[in-house]
């Protein structure tokens, strides 16, 4: 595995944990830097059919921190290991149009 590989999956393990924390922060209420960082104010902007809940970001962060844990593991990056690229760069895109465009 190659150096930035390397850093690409422990960068994603330390980005979606925090992720996953600030979730269930926000779930249970508690209210601090964490949980109101880039917190999106007011009602969804869309229908409640495509909005996404809490529900839907957990499983992405327990996801994309289990195929960074699989690879490191086997000391492969493989296919996992661009399927974790390319859902965080989806994800990041999906948040960008929904935080600033809608």
């Given amino acids: 595995m190659k150096r930035w590989q ?3 999956l422990y960068f994603v393990i330390v980005i979606f944990t925090l992720h996953f924390i600030r979730d269930i ?3 249970l209420g508690i209210r601090n ?5 880039f917190e999106s104010l007011g009602p969804p902007k869309v ?5 996404y809940t809490v529900y839907n970001t957990v ?3 327990i996801i994309e921190v289990a195929f960074s844990i699989i ?8 296919i996992l290991g661009k399927a974790t690229i390319i ?3 989806s994800f990041f895109i999906l948040w960008l149009f929904y935080y600033f465009i809608l």
């Fill in 87 to 89: 859902m965080t760069i």
């Fill in 25 to 27: 922060f926000q779930e």
């Fill in 71 to 78: 690879c490191l593991r086997r000391n492969k990056f493989g």
């Fill in 47 to 51: 229908s409640l059919m495509l909005y």
């Fill in 59 to 61: 499983a992405m962060a």
């Fill in 33 to 37: 830097f964490l949980s109101t960082f």
């Fill in 6 to 8: 390397r850093y690409w």
